[in-house]
């Protein structure tokens, strides 16, 4: 293993999305299981300081941990790119495309990974064409029950599962408040999982997959940040075929987005066994309830040695 002793690294948390305060507990983790690994550790907020104290310092690597729109949709990554500052994750191209939840879906099922079927709208466009004639199309062509969430975000902040189609009007409405594209999608029954994946230089790795049972049916903002709102099955449970089916999923889907070092494959797995593909996170969470830590310690490594390698593996990214 690489030397690790008093690297420097600044973990980059906090920023102006709807996800700030998940970004700066996902950024105190980080920090604090770096800090116990040896590393030295800076925990700075996404402001106007934050690139006149990165040219000042020239810290060995940066560690984006911000969530939302600011860390995940490639615009951070481009400018640590532009100047020439290694960081751990995807590269600001393959955000963009992980980001942007229609052009996931069709990269990823190119591969083959089952998607769902569905359609995405501009505001602009469902509001020229008229709302009520949209929306009775979209219903005459995906019934019931239904997904619509915002075409870019996280923590599933604007997504409403529609199971009466009067109420399809107002989860619309809910999703446009959160982006100016929302998609419709066929809701795929099942048991949903999270898998992470891990790459610190011999390829992607899927950690033990994490079987999510929200209390109230639905895995949203509320039940994923607070305790007891979410029960967890790490590993999920899955017998053996199936598991190794959502592997294969999520690590093609890592693949075919480009992505690299960390990141969340979320799948639902129907009754058939079959993974179908719902999102990839380019920054998972990494709070005290997130998902992807909750696989490393299942999967029997240390959060503190992993984060430190993956931080390793940037820098050798960098340099190569």
């Known amino acids: ?26 950024g105190r983790r980080v920090a604090d299981s770096l800090t116990g690994y040896g590393w030295q550790v800076d925990l700075r907020d996404a402001d106007a300081a934050l690139l006149p104290a990165l040219r000042e310092s020239r810290p060995d690597v940066v560690w984006p941990a911000l969530h939302g729109a600011s860390g995940e949709d490639g615009a951070l990554r481009g400018i640590l790119e532009a100047v020439d500052i290694p960081f751990v994750g995807s590269r600001s191209t393959s955000a963009r495309l992980a980001w942007d939840k229609p052009t996931a879906s069709a990269l990823v099922a190119r591969t083959g990974v089952r998607t769902p079927r569905s359609v995405t709208l501009s505001h602009d466009v469902f509001r020229e064409l008229g709302a009520v004639g949209v929306l009775e199309a979209i219903a005459a062509e995906h019934p019931v029950p239904l997904a619509v969430k915002p075409a870019r975000g996280g923590s599933a902040q604007g997504v409403t599962l529609v199971a009466d189609v009067n109420d399809l009007p107002r989860a619309m409405v809910t999703a446009y408040t ?10 795929i029954r099942g048991t949903e999982i999270a898998l992470g994946i891990i790459d610190t230089g011999d390829g992607p790795v899927a950690l033990a ?3 999510i049972v929200p209390r109230n049916g639905f895995y949203g903002f509320e039940a994923r940040y607070n305790a007891g709102e979410t029960t967890f099955y790490t590993p999920a449970r899955l017998s053996d075929d199936n598991a190794a089916a959502a592997a294969s999923a999520a690590i093609q889907a890592h693949r075919a987005l480009g992505l ?11 009754g058939a066994g079959t993974p179908w593909f719902l999102e990839a996170n380019v920054l998972p969470g990494l709070t005290e309830t997130s998902l992807l830590p909750q696989a490393l310690s299942v999967s029997g490594f240390d959060l503190g040695w992993t984060y430190a390698e993956l931080a390793e593996q940037a820098i050798r990214d960098h340099n190569a």
């Open 1 to 26: 293993m690489a030397e690790l002793t008093r690297r420097h690294v600044v973990v980059v948390a906090g920023g102006i999305s709807h996800e700030r305060d998940v970004s700066l507990r996902s």
């Open 209 to 211: 997959p994490v079987e």
């Open 260 to 270: 690299r070092h960390i990141s969340r494959v979320d799948l639902i797995i129907d």
């Open 178 to 187: 959160y982006c100016d594209d929302v998609v419709v999608e066929q809701l």
